[in-house]
């Protein structure tokens, strides 16, 4: 399973479209950047003119309220202001700096505290779980101890279990059935759309109608395959705040997508000194581990594989993507350059290494001026030809 995050946008537009639960209201929304035209965005969207509205960073930040990034209840000329007083400017969460770019405009939906509900499902190896606590918004607090639990066995349906045990809390007879039917067709939505991750904080329910005000979501991207249509061809699986896209990324996800074999690339720190060329999901896994548990997290660069029989010629498009990387940058210590991997099982080491040396021949000047030192630990099919290549 890669789990993905998506947009809220793209989440809700999902659920919109396959839920099918009375009492729903599929509100609209749209994205605004820096590059908005307000005028024509008005123009197209009356309902932007008819009534209050909500705005805030659709960018995978968590805790959007407590950090001051929610416009709420304002009409058009104040969400306008909000936004451009933050659009494509550096907002810091923690230790984490990234620039807000993209926000997300809705309907604002009036409601009391007590009409606010938490609800999420979540993966595990055996089940689903479900949690929901009567009790949401953004002082919640501590999700696992207050809410209550439900395990959905895998290809079991929620409609199927006691959905009811974990609506203890609610008094109001409408309520707990609009929420019990609601519930049953989020999982099975969830279920049928590969889903990961789901939470729901606030859930609203006001005056017969289910309104899903903040929405987190998460993918199974390797179900691509079988969710395209239902998916849309919409679907953008963003990286975190804080760290940018790199072209680089882009075109390894390109390669990925026409071969056969497995081509993976994430750049952390594109100022880190320990870059690394692993073979293997399990092993990229293992050498990225072993070199934050040996004290150098901050100073590790990408992580990424190769795997499944690439050819040379492929190995050296990923080979020479990374080095561009890698020497783009020079330290007075110097970088560090793993090729690593397990003992192949089929892989040929010999032609992989092949496309690796290529790559370091014509990046030879270029890792020379940044003082890289080169490691290399491999087995499996024709590795002695392929070590005896490296080390000539």
């Known amino acids: 399973m890669s789990a993905k995050a998506i947009y809220e946008n793209k989440g809700k537009e999902l659920l919109y479209k396959h839920l099918k639960s009375d009492g729903l209201s599929a509100m609209p929304s749209i994205i605004v950047t820096g590059k908005t035209n307000w005028q024509t965005l008005e123009s197209e969207n009356d309902w932007l003119k008819s009534g209050k509205l909500v705005c805030k960073p659709d960018q995978l930040i968590k805790r959007r309220g407590k950090l001051g990034l929610v416009c ?18 550096s907002f810091e969460i923690g230790k984490t700096q990234g620039l807000l770019k993209r926000f997300i405009i809705e309907p604002f939906v ?3 505290q007590n009409e606010e509900f938490y609800l999420c499902i979540l993966s595990e190896r055996q089940h689903d779980i479900i949690l929901f606590h009567h009790e949401g918004g953004v002082d919640i ?8 639990r439900l395990e959905v066995p895998i290809d079991t349906k929620a409609a199927d279990c006691n ?3 974990l609506l203890t809390g609610i008094k109001d007879a409408q309520v707990q059935s609009l929420l019990l039917n609601f519930i049953a067709d989020l999982h099975r939505v969830y279920c049928d759309l590969h889903f990961t991750y789901l939470e729901v904080n606030p859930l609203v329910v006001r005056a017969g109608r289910i309104h899903i005000l903040d929405l987190a979501a998460r993918l199974d991207q390797c179900a691509e395959y079988l969710c395209k249509s239902a998916w849309g061809s919409n679907v953008d699986f963003p990286p975190p705040f804080g760290r940018e896209a790199f072209p680089e990324e882009a075109y390894i996800a390109e390669l990925d997508a026409r071969s056969g074999a497995s081509l993976k690339l994430t750049v952390l720190n594109p100022e880190g000194r320990v870059w690394t060329m692993v073979a293997g999901g399990g092993a990229s896994v293992i050498y990225a581990d072993t070199v934050c548990d040996m004290g150098s997290a901050s100073e590790l660069a990408n992580y990424g594989e190769y795997s499944g029989a690439p050819t040379e010629e492929q190995t050296y498009e990923y080979a020479k993507t990374l080095l561009s990387l890698m020497t783009r940058t020079v330290r007075p210590d110097g970088k560090v350059l793993i090729i690593g991997g397990g003992i192949a099982n089929f ?4 032609a992989t290494f092949k496309g690796i040396v290529r790559a370091l021949r014509q990046y030879q000047a270029q890792l020379v001026k940044c003082g890289a030192e080169i490691f290399v630990r491999r087995a499996g099919p024709n590795y002695q030809e392929g070590l005896r290549v490296m080390r000539e």
């Open 72 to 89: 709420a209840g304002s009409d058009l000329a104040g969400v306008q202001q909000f936004v451009q007083a933050r659009v494509d400017k």
């Open 110 to 112: 009036a409601h009391e």
């Open 141 to 148: 607090g501590n999700v696992e101890d207050k809410a209550l």
């Open 163 to 165: 959905i009811a045990s």
């Open 347 to 350: 892989t040929n080491v010999a």
